[in-house]
């Protein structure tokens, strides 16, 4: 393009010799399984871009994982995922070529060639979309988020938390519609982006806070999307030898930088479910009912689980990560999934030390959601120590 700043193929290049890594596809079905689990009940069903993958790898595409460190400080990062509720985009498949209008849409915007792409959030589907868009267009993917899991609304992202700004959002639809977006604040941007998902049919592609390898240095949850790689294989691996996936997965997080809190919070069967598709979310609750003391938890969601209740006690909140999965094959099950009389366990899990700051509290903890109680860490709670096997029944509160 004319006019536009490249950064030389050589770069690339060079950064590929520093250690990238190709992934196969065992890599990207794992990812799939890790990302549903990062997700907390959310960030969109990945079967749809788990099969665009399988098909870029069958056509000879190539996809290589590189780490944040890597990154020229110069370079351009697009961090890029979609908007909508789950239940909506569950149902209503892309076209495929959404991510890839929107990023050239950013490169004419910015005077600049993208030098490689990242999830907004590791969660679900949005943890999976930067690889389609890598694949086609043959940039590496970035090791890292700006989420850590995955949250509801656009500005919770620890970008904003640190002050970097949204703008230009690139949105995209199925039908070729593409709209450059400054806003006047990041809330601003998740409000009337909101509104815009809803009149593109419920679910849009979106890439915004694009920044520098600097600022991707300075602010991103790194080693996130290997992180996926690792749940997804331990998952894998277990099944695979007749072991409990549970105490794999359990094992595995015991083993990451900073999500190495986590447990069985409840093994049981949901005995209600409330929810609807308001406000372009998934909003609802689900209660289950454990098998062994009868006693009911209670689940609250906005398209991911926010938090966990016995009668008045909370067992883990937001930011914290709550997952029901299937309690004999620990398939991750999001929130648009549940259904009456499924046997599932709820699963808790302490989230990196940069999201549980006072300052990111402010934006993405329980008072952000409008629920009254305090954070508190799960680990905290639940009275686990990171030296002792955390497969049990959550302690009293």
């Not at 549903?36 to 871009?49: D, I």
């Not at 996130?224 to 094992?251: C, E, K, M, Y």
């Amino acid at each position: 393009m004319r006019g536009m700043r490249d950064v030389a193929s050589d770069q690339i290049e060079a950064a590929s010799i520093r250690g990238a890594r190709e992934l196969t596809v065992d890599d990207v079905r794992d990812m799939a399984l890790g990302a549903s689990f990062l997700g907390s009940g959310g960030g969109g069903s990945p079967r749809a871009v788990l099969l665009q993958l399988e098909a870029a790898f069958a056509a000879g595409q190539r996809i290589s994982l590189i780490d944040l460190a890597a990154v020229p400080d110069d370079a351009l990062v697009a961090p890029c995922g979609w908007m909508g509720a789950p239940t909506v985009s569950d149902e209503k498949l892309p076209n495929g070529s959404e991510a890839a209008r929107g990023l050239l849409r950013l490169e004419q915007v910015k005077h600049q060639r993208v030098y490689a792409v990242c999830p907004i959030e590791i969660g679900g589907s949005n943890g999976l979309s930067p690889l389609l868009l890598a694949a086609q267009r043959g940039l590496p993917v970035v090791d890292c988020d700006g989420m850590g899991r995955a949250f509801p609304e656009s500005q919770m992202v620890i970008f904003n938390v640190h002050g970097c700004t949204a703008n230009p959002a690139i949105v995209t639809d199925d039908k070729g519609n593409t709209f450059v977006f400054d806003a006047a604040s990041n809330a601003e941007e998740e409000r009337i982006l909101r509104v815009m998902s809803i009149a593109m049919g419920g679910a849009c592609h979106v890439i915004d806070y694009a920044g520098s390898g600097y600022q991707m240095k300075q602010h991103a949850v790194r080693g996130t999307v290997s992180l996926a790689i690792s749940i997804g294989r331990a998952l894998r691996l277990a099944r695979r030898a007749g072991q409990d996936p549970f105490q794999a997965l359990i094992d595995c997080l015991r083993n990451s930088s900073y999500y190495c809190y986590g447990g069985v919070l409840v093994d049981g069967k949901v005995v209600d479910l409330q929810r609807a598709t308001t406000g372009g979310f998934a909003v609802g609750r689900c209660v289950l009912e454990a098998f062994e003391s009868a006693e009911r938890i209670v689940v609250e969601f906005q398209n991911e689980n926010l938090i966990a209740r016995r009668d008045d006690a909370v067992l883990a909140s937001v930011p914290d990560i709550l997952t029901f999965l299937d309690r004999e094959t620990a398939e991750p099950v999001a929130t648009e999934q549940l259904r009456y009389g499924q046997r599932l366990k709820l699963v808790g899990v302490s989230v990196p030390p940069i999201l549980r700051s006072e300052r990111a509290l402010a934006v993405l903890g329980p008072r952000a959601f409008g629920i009254p109680e305090a954070y508190r860490p799960i680990e905290s709670i639940q009275g686990w120590s990171h030296d002792r096997s955390l497969l049990h029944s959550p302690a009293r509160a």
